[in-house]
Every structure is written in C-alpha cells, then in structure tokens.
C-alpha cells in the first residue's frame, strides 16, 4: 500500500535539499557557495518647492477620500524605438486594469495628467542632482538627456516617466570594499497607491511629478549584510547634503540580487535599509530551490517542449460549502476550474521560502496577472487540505505522478488564469525567471511583474538636450558636505559611542553638532552623545509636536549658554521641548521648577548631610554615603554646578573623615 503523502515533511526535506539555512547562521562562505551578487537602486525625494517638469507644489500630501476629481485610464503599450514591446508592458495589458486617478486641484495640474507638455525641468532639483552624484564622484555628464521610461501599472498617468542620467561611474568605500557606482538620475515620482483589487487600482496624484534621485550601483555586494551597509551608506549621503525629504516613502531602495545559475531578480520598493540582509537571503535560496526544481523536472520530463496542462470545469456543489472562499465564489457567479499539470507531483509542495512552496509562486501570478484575489486556488499536495481532490484526478483522469490546482475566477478571467499557470509551470523548466517582487517584513516576496528591459526607454521628444555647463558643476561643488567616512572618523576621534552614528548620520545632525560645539565651546562627545541617546530615546517613545525640529536643541544650548546654567538641566528641559517646541526656555524652566542656586548655597548643605546620614546608615556599602548625599542635592545642583564636579567634592568632603 502506497504511503501517505505528508506535505509537512515533504517541505521539511526539500528545505533540507536546497541547503537552507537562517540569516543567522549564514556565513559569507555560504554566500560564496551560491554565488551571491547583489546591487541596489536608491529613490530619495528631494526637498524641493516644486515637482520636476511643472509648477504644482512639492511636499503636500492628501488623504485618499480627500480628491476634486477622477480620471479613469486603460494603459496600452507601445512600440520601442527599435519596433518592439517591452514585457512588462505585455504583461500588463493582459491584466485589463481600471485605472483611476484621485487629483486634488492643490497638487496637480493638467501636465499630471498628460494634457499639456513638460515644462523645463526644475533648476533647483538639478542642482541638488549634480551636488549629489559629485559626492557619488562620478562623472558629470555633459549634456541632460531625457527621456521616458515606460510604465504600464498606472502608476504615472502618461505610461512613462520622465528621467534623466546626472552622473555615471562613481564609487562610494564600505568598511571593507569599494562599491562601484553605475548612474545618478534624476526623475519623477510616481502616483501613491490606495488599492488595488481585481481589476481596479485606485492612485492620488500628490506625490506624482516629485523629484527624486535614483542611484543605481554595480552587483559588487556579495553578502546580505554588505548590501544593507552600502544601503545606509547612501542614505547617510544623500541626508547629509541637507536637501532631501525624509519620512515614509521619502526614500525606497530596489534590490537586485542573482545567485551562480539564477538571473537577475529585482526586490522592489523595500521601505526599510533593514529589512534587506533578510531579503536577499531569502532570495538568494529561493533561486537555488527554483534551480532545483528545474534539475528534478528536466530529469522526469525529457521533452519539455511537449509539455502542456489540461483543464475541466467543475461545479461548486460537489465541494464542501464551509470552505469559506470557494462559498464566497460560488456567490460572486465564478466558475470552478481544475488543472491537471503532467508528472509534475512534488513541485507544488517544493519549498521556496520561509512558510512558502513553488505554488506559491503561480498563486502570485494569477493574483497579479488574471487579477485573482488571493487565496486564488488550492492544490492536490497542500498542507492542511480543506477538500478531497481524488474526485478531481478522476475527472482530469489524472496519472499517480500528475499534480492538480483548483482555482476560482469570473468567466473573463478563466482564459488568462490558465495562460498563467501554464506559463509558470514552463519556467520552472528553465531555472529563475526575470521578475521584479514586491517585498514583505518578513523577509519573503511576491510577484509584482516581469522584469523590464531596454525596450522600455526611449528619448522625449517634448524635452531639449539641456547642456550642463562647467560653471554649474563648479557652484555645487562649493556645497559639498564632508565625505561619510570623514564623519565616521570625526565621530571616531571624538570618542562617540559607535551605536549613536548610524542616528546623526540618518538625520544630518552633524551641521547641527558642529555648530553648537563651536558656538558654545562644549564637548562634541557629550553634545554627540545628547542627541544619539538622550534625543533619540525621547524620538522612541513619542511623536514630537508639530513644530519640532533639531535646530529647537541648538537654541537650547545657546540659551543655557547666555544664562551661564550648566548644560546638564537640558535632559531635563528636553521632553518639556518636545512636547511644547514654541515654549520660551525661561517658562521650560519654570515647568521642571528650576532655581538658581550658587555654588556656595549647595556646597554649604554638605556637613550637615554627612552628619545626618551618619545618624540613619544601616548600608554596608561604602559608597552609600556619597549616593545618598547626592540623591538629595542633585534637584539643587541641576543646572547650577556639573554633577561630576558636584560628586568630587562631595568624596572630598567624606574623605575628611
């Protein structure tokens, strides 16, 4: 009698076969073994007034139900210059999707919408651009070409988006390496997405004709962990010259990553710099578990070729009504459909990534492509089925060595679907498919769309070559900030705790910093240490009013510096700060109920404290005396004498005895 098939441990032990291992056990030796290469493309928005190619405001965002008006699209695509499609642009057209556009009259104009041509492109973008790619060090170019990089998934109204190369070969140096640099452009923003269900996909056009820097590096990172540090590399960069918007969605990293035998996929719009190590891991042995699955199905299957599914059509009641979403489909008048797929038994069940399968892989496709809501479908090997396929092999008259997928879709949909699995059962002959994925928190992926290629960009004809004079690259020259590892040595030399500068280089405080210590001759490590701590702690706890901002702190430390009050009051004035940022100083003291004491007053209280602890000590501890003598002065001591001088003088005074 033929065993139970258990897809529990089925997945354990194709787990076990593609050589899976956590992030945390990885060593850079296993990255060599699978032949690890990953490079990124960096988006950061600009803090400019403008959007690129009109004159609509920057920087103000809508609510999603706060629109003027609607505009509906149909995308379609169009011929290359060279006469030819590009795929992604196939694949979108097979999607059918409703487009719609929300516009707030504040926001958009009719150049959003593609009723009126590009105006020049913004000047002040251009000079933040050519600031950048020379921190980059890469090469100027000599004249601004720009041109349309097609885009078929509604996101920008026009189908393409208006792009511009800045900068080309650069490099940026990592602890260990240098990272070479490809490019620096300059482009437009797309559309924010509200949702996206079935056929319908809803966008606000706030955030649309934006400016933003693309930075795109060579595939030289060679483990997860290198290219999370060249990613916050280039974030600390772009901060640093001090004219870049920050905040969700200000800045989204693409991630590209390849493995020996597998193909380029892109990882697209990771929203957090830490979330990529548990990414391209995981990306990294999904291509070897889809490597293979490709060596399994190559040796069962000689002709692949001639392979080719089968289908039925099934009725809804001879299946169980509790299962929620075929009841829920039966509802919506969807038909049923089972597909036989031909020897092809333990691919659906194969792991792919944590909690994953290679059925994963078409369920994400049909999601995307056919526009099936997931879940979209259930198959003969699932863990925890909720219905008996056996019924459906007979009517398939399927082989013992043959897998099965149910899936449920309006009748439109139905040719698409089958299209679909089909076609993603054919690439798992040939290995890795290029794709681009959309990213999660946990670490794993989901299909968004087929890679792009060089068929998707071609030059605007709306836009003149604009020539980029020696005298422009010369004036932002003069702005360049000091190089990131300068900083690093800087904060280094200062004898700042490492853990507080991936926090002043993220939020370009260095400015801020030199500024106070220069102006009030103060310590630039406890200044260094005010903020990479003490500022950051109180940023955790809480959101700051409106009205906050890091140039509040220096204010702060010129007041306590004119009134001659010590430094060490302002982590207590902070939260007060924080939460009120308009407050004068003067009534922030007020509010932690600060007096001005001399240092003579508080130095006089110390015999009489040293007698009275005398009287009361029960503690063994030789140190309880000076602990208690300054829990009772330090209220007194805040803002008028340091507290390590206060504690010198203190042990002086005890050493007496």
């Not at 369920?363 to 090997?381: F, H, T, W």
């Not at 103060?522 to 409106?546: L, M, Q």
Request: charged share 30%; proline share 7%.
């Amino acid at each position: 009698m033929k065993e139970a098939f258990n897809p529990a441990e089925y997945y354990e032990k194709t787990r076990q076969l593609v050589g899976y291992v956590s992030r945390k056990k990885a060593t850079p030796g296993t990255y060599a073994e699978l032949g690890f290469k990953c490079g990124l493309e960096i988006h950061q928005q600009l803090k400019t007034s403008q959007k690129l190619f009109c004159r609509c405001p920057a920087g103000i965002y809508q609510n999603g139900n706060d629109f003027d008006a609607e505009v509906i699209r149909h995308m379609r695509p169009t011929l290359s210059e060279m006469g030819e499609y590009d795929g992604t642009a196939l694949m979108e057209r097979r999607t059918r999707k409703n487009i719609i556009y929300r516009i707030k009259n504040e926001t958009a104009c009719t150049y959003e919408i593609d009723d009126t041509p590009p105006f020049p492109i913004n000047r002040e973008a251009l000079n933040i651009a050519i600031e950048i790619a020379l921190l980059l060090k890469t090469n100027i170019v000599g004249e601004l070409h720009i041109t349309r990089k097609q885009y078929l998934d509604g996101s920008i109204p026009t189908g393409f988006q208006r792009t511009a190369i800045v900068g080309i070969e650069g490099e940026i140096p990592l602890k260990n390496k240098k990272i070479r640099i490809i490019q620096l452009s300059i482009e437009e923003d797309a559309c924010r997405e509200v949702s996206d269900i079935g056929h319908w996909r809803i966008y606000t056009t706030d955030r649309l004709g934006m400016p933003l820097i693309e930075t795109v590096t060579y595939p030289d990172m060679k483990t997860p962990d290198e290219a999370a540090e060249a990613g916050h590399y280039l974030r600390f960069l772009a901060r640093s010259s001090g004219h870049v918007r920050t905040g969700i969605g200000a800045a989204r990293e693409d991630v590209n990553v390849s493995i020996t035998g597998g193909t380029r996929v892109e990882i697209k719009g990771v929203a957090h710099i830490s979330w990529i190590p548990e990414l391209t891991h995981n990306e990294a042995f999904r291509q070897k578990a889809l490597l293979e699955i490709k060596k399994i199905l190559n040796e069962k299957i000689k002709k692949p070729r001639d392979w080719k599914s089968s289908h039925k059509e099934l009725e809804f009641d001879s299946f169980p009504a509790s299962y929620q979403p075929l009841a829920e489909a039966f509802s919506r008048n969807m038909k049923l459909i089972a597909v036989n797929l031909p020897q092809m038994a333990g691919i659906l069940p194969f792991f792919t990534q944590p909690g994953q399968t290679f059925a994963h892989e078409i369920s994400g496709r049909l999601k995307v492509i056919a526009c099936l809501d997931q879940p979209n479908m259930l198959y003969s090997e699932q863990d925890k089925l909720e219905i008996n396929f056996d019924k459906i092999k007979q009517v398939l008259k399927a082989g013992d060595d043959d897998a099965q997928i149910l899936f449920w879709s309006s009748p439109d949909d139905i040719a698409t679907a089958l299209e679909t699995i089909e076609e993603r059962c054919r690439m798992a002959f040939e290995g890795v498919p290029n794709e681009t994925r959309k990213s999660f928190p946990d670490g794993t992926t989901i299909f968004e769309r087929v890679l792009p290629g060089p068929d998707r960009m071609y030059p605007d004809t709306d836009s003149a070559p604009l020539p980029i004079e020696q005298s422009m690259i010369e004036e932002q020259r003069k702005n360049i900030p000091p190089e990131i590892f300068q900083r690093f040595e800087q904060l280094k030399n200062w004898q700042v705790p490492e853990d507080t500068y991936p926090y002043l280089l993220k939020n370009n405080l260095m400015p801020t910093i030199e500024k106070i210590v220069r102006e009030g001759n103060i310590d630039p490590k406890y200044v260094s240490t005010f903020f990479g701590h003490t500022v950051k702690n109180i940023e955790g706890k809480r959101p700051p009013a409106t009205g906050f901002s890091y140039n509040k702190i220096y204010g702060l430390f010129k007041f306590l510096g004119e009134k001659n009050i010590d430094r060490e009051i302002a982590s207590y004035m902070l939260p007060v700060l924080y939460d009120h940022p308009n407050m004068e100083f003067e009534s922030i003291l007020t509010t932690i109920d600060y007096k001005p004491h001399s240092r003579e007053e508080i130095l006089s209280y110390l015999p009489v404290l040293k007698e009275k602890f005398k009287q009361i000590n029960t503690s063994p501890r030789p140190e309880a005396a000076l602990d208690w003598i300054m829990g009772r002065l330090r209220k007194l001591a805040v803002g008028n004498i340091p507290l390590d001088e206060l504690k010198a003088l203190i042990e002086k005074e005890l050493a007496h005895d």
